[in-house]
């Protein structure tokens, strides 16, 4: 008996140390749940209700921060948020936009694999006729004067899109910074606001008919800044646009932002998304290293699926099984 008692003194210690370690263990994991869901009803507060979700954001930055500042003092060495790279990415613009205007002279649609929504190749100069119809169409809707822009749809959502480029999101290590994390999963709605989130659902309502064909004139006008330039006074270099591309395949607040959309908006913002990418690996400019693979399978069989509202999903499937042949032989995009 002695003996006995003799070894659970001796495994006693080791025990409680193992409990502790576990105890902490499950209040971390514990913690990890709460702020997912803080996360989960903060991104749904502002689809729901703009002005509730902004007040709600305010109180999870101060419980966000804290929470984080108490859990690191629980570490030795606390790692420091790294902020975007954004000194990097403008210098990397600078540097390819001489590049870019050549390109951009010897891109056709076959180079690209670029889709069309016509029998006949669409030249940039019928993509600009196809959107200033569309925004005259806008204008002419009654249910538009609620928003009270005071301007024309051109005009207006030239600005928009102006805003968004000169305001991108983080794409770098979103996930070091709760707070960080919170302002990219509400980024459409910070940068625009809830007048113009609103008036964009709309659009997205009303026009469904329309979408495709919009999407598809102003992707390819993205291959012809000059023009985006002249028309609608966008100032739009590719460093921008590859940064909102890598923001919706690759992090977790352009994810739920497509996971918030109905299907039809998903997969063609998708599937632009994807273009834009590959045209990053054959330019040798994916500064991410996103890897469209995975993207590419599970699109193509979301399409094949659940694509029956597309009016032209065959030519959409064509260009993904094309890209998914070309990055079996070229894993890195590269012709």
Excluded at 20 to 40: M, P, Q, T, W, Y
Excluded at 245 to 257: D, E, K, Q, V
Aim: glycine share 4%; net charge negative; aromatic share 8%.
């Amino acid at each position: 008996m002695p003996l006995q008692t003799s070894k659970i003194k001796e495994n006693t210690p080791d025990k409680i140390f193992r409990s502790r370690v576990k105890h902490r263990s499950l209040l971390l994991r514990l913690l990890f749940l709460v702020l997912l869901v803080l996360l989960v009803v903060t991104a749904v507060l502002y689809g729901l209700n703009p002005k509730k979700g902004n007040l709600y954001l305010n109180k999870a930055k101060d419980t966000a921060q804290q929470q984080l500042q108490d859990i690191r003092k629980q570490h030795s060495s606390p790692s420091p948020v790294e902020k975007p790279a954004v000194t990097k990415e403008t210098a990397e613009e600078q540097e390819t936009a001489e590049e870019q205007e050549t390109a951009e002279e010897k891109i056709s649609p076959e180079d690209t694999g670029e889709i069309q929504t016509s029998d006949e190749t669409t030249t940039p100069q019928q993509a600009v006729e196809q959107l200033n119809a569309f925004y005259k169409n806008l204008d002419a809707q009654p249910w538009m004067k609620q928003f009270q822009t005071d301007e024309t749809s051109r005009q207006h959502f030239s600005r928009l899109i102006q805003k968004l480029i000169d305001n991108p999101p983080v794409v770098v290590r979103e996930t070091d910074d709760l707070y960080t994390l919170l302002k990219n999963t509400a980024h459409f709605f910070r940068v625009l606001g809830g007048n113009n989130v609103a008036m964009l659902k709309g659009i997205l309502d009303r026009e469904k008919e329309s979408l495709e064909d919009m999407l598809h004139s102003f992707y390819l006008l993205t291959r012809h800044p000059d023009l985006l330039k002249k028309e609608y006074d966008i100032t739009l270099g590719q460093t921008s646009l590859r940064d909102y591309a890598s923001f919706l395949l690759n992090t977790m607040g352009g994810r739920l932002y497509l996971f918030r959309r109905d299907a039809t908006s998903r997969m063609l913002v998708t599937f632009y998304a994807i273009k834009i990418i590959d045209q990053a690996n054959i330019d040798g400019k994916n500064p991410y290293g996103i890897d469209i693979r995975p993207t590419l399978a599970r699109l193509a069989d979301e399409m094949e699926h659940g694509g029956d509202q597309l009016k032209y999903r065959d030519r959409y499937l064509e260009e993904l099984h094309r890209l998914q042949e070309k990055y079996e032989q070229h894993p890195d995009g590269k012709p």
